[in-house]
């Protein structure tokens, strides 16, 4: 069998892989020298994008348009940037064996490559509801999102099922983006969770009444505290009807689930130490096994600013770790050593004409500013987290660039507070001044 070698290769070709090339390109890397192995047919590009802006009826985004790195401002990386700087793009490649004490992978098709340094960027994969043997939930037109070829299948079906009716799975990110989305494109859209509110890991109580209202006024329908433990479908054996729990039964010409996702480890079980669910790094993104990378979904690493080890499942930590572990890996053959990753969270999303960010640590007690009210014409709120003290996390809906700059601040530099009243009466303007 082909077998190839390189000093560098980069397993999984999404976000965390497309900003370690450019970081390489950036620090010198020479023809021939670094592969991406990727099971996907397309270039690194910006995952974000998959439940947004590629979804939508009219000017949605298409490849090349958001390719690597336009999400944070920068160069778009197309497939010749990769050939001029000699990185080899292997792609539509699954590895399906890695054997990291003797520095190989294996592909489906039985390629074998060779490496020197490894970086793993398999990020996640999605939850399923087969995985718990949902009754049914193997019927056709029940999608999950994660790589672009299942945001290709869900435009299709979107075409197909026209004005249908949709319901929406899970009331995490997938759920709410997948939530207006379909409506956007005009479908009868009913969300289903089990929790009491929605985005129940960040959102405090009152920051969900916000976009619960939200949704509610354009229509959608949202049922809670009850899951889905059924699908019937119909001759075809396309989904018909959703069935939960509470006995209710929902109608449905599509169903898109977003219950989760879980970091792609299996490959490398039993050969490196994972804790949280992820692979073990230290603030180097280095791996206990020499020469092993992991970075982005994957990665349990330090979090300097709270002395705690933790994995993020976002955006903003996938590229600034591969960057982090590519300049790590350049330094330490130039027998020279760089800064300790000093990560400071940022997630955020958008839907209708909402937009959130949130920096920080959401535990502790939370302080709600602002104007919430969903029939507002520009509702603009925030929320701090307050632990021992001190302000730990701010999140702000509808902010300009300078007042989420702002809440970043605050969530960074960590300011005591005494008195949550007057913290909730000067609302944004507190973090302003920081
Ligand atoms: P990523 O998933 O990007 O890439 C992993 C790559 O590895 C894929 O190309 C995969 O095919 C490949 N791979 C895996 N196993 C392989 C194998 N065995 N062989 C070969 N290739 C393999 N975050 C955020 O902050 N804001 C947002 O708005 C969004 N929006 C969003 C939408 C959707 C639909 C998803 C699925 C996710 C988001 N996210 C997000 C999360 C964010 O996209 C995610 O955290 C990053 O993409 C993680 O980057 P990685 O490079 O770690 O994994
Ligand atoms: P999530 O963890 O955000 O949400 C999962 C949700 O599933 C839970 O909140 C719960 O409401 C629901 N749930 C769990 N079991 C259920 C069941 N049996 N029936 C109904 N609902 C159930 O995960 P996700 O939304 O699936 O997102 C997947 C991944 O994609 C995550 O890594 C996420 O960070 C990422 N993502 C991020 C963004 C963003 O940052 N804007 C956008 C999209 C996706």
């Not at 075409?159 to 005009?186: R, S």
């Not at 109580?205 to 509610?216: H, L, N, Q, V």
């Not at 219950?259 to 230290?282: A, M, N, Y």
């Not at 920096?359 to 302080?367: F, I, L, Q, R, S």
Request: charge should be neutral; glycine fraction near 10%; proline fraction near 4%.
């Amino acid at each position: 069998m082909a077998q190839k070698s390189f000093k560098y290769v980069i397993l999984g070709g999404g976000v965390a892989a497309g900003y370690a090339a450019r970081e390489f390109a950036k620090q010198g890397v020479k023809p021939c020298e670094l592969a991406i192995i990727s099971k996907e047919a397309v270039a690194p590009y910006e995952r974000p994008a998959l439940s947004k802006a590629y979804l939508f009826p009219e000017g949605a985004a298409r490849l090349p348009g958001f390719h690597v790195c336009v999400g944070s401002g920068g160069e778009r990386l197309l497939p010749e940037w990769y050939k001029e700087k000699g990185i080899e793009l292997i792609l539509s490649t699954e590895i399906v064996k890695a054997d990291l004490a003797a520095k190989t992978l294996i592909s489906a098709a039985g390629e074998i490559f060779k490496y020197h340094i490894l970086m793993i960027a398999t990020g996640s994969t999605v939850i399923k509801l087969t995985d718990f043997r949902v009754e049914g939930a193997d019927a056709q037109n029940i999608f999950y999102l994660r790589e672009i070829a299942d945001a290709d299948k869900l435009v299709e079906a979107i075409k197909a099922k026209k004005n249908g009716k949709a319901v929406i799975v899970g009331g995490g990110y997938i759920g709410l983006e997948l939530g207006a989305v379909m409506k956007i494109n005009n479908f009868d859209v009913t969300m289903v969770y089990p929790e009491p509110w929605c985005m129940p890991r960040l959102f405090s109580a009152g920051i969900a009444e916000f976009y619960e209202g939200y949704y509610a006024k354009k229509g959608i329908k949202i049922v809670k505290g009850t899951v889905a433990v059924g699908f019937t479908s119909d001759s075809n054996g396309e989904v018909k009807e959703v069935k939960l729990k509470d006995g209710r039964v929902l109608e449905a010409d599509i169903v898109v689930v977003g219950v989760g996702g879980r970091p792609l480890t299996t490959l490398f079980k039993g050969q490196v130490e994972e804790e949280k669910g992820g692979i073990k790094t230290d603030a180097f993104f280095k791996t206990s096994v020499p020469d092993v990378y992991a970075v982005g979904d994957v990665a349990t690493f330090p979090m300097k600013l709270y002395n705690d080890v933790r994995r993020v499942e976002h955006v903003d930590h996938a590229r600034k770790s591969a960057e982090q572990a590519v300049r790590a890996i350049k330094a330490s053959e130039e027998g020279k050593s760089t800064d300790e990753y000093d990560y400071l969270p940022y997630f955020y999303s958008r839907s209708f004409d909402l937009s959130w960010q949130f920096y920080g640590d959401n535990v502790g007690d939370t302080v709600l500013f602002g104007d919430n009210n969903p029939e507002s014409p520009k509702a603009k709120f925030g929320s701090y987290w307050i632990k021992d003290g001190k302000i730990v996390g701010a999140f702000l809906e509808g902010g300009s660039p300078d007042e989420n700059k702002a809440i970043a601040k605050v969530a960074r530099v960590q300011p005591p507070v005494e008195n949550l009243d007057i913290l909730q009466k000067e609302g944004l303007s507190f973090a302003c001044k920081i």
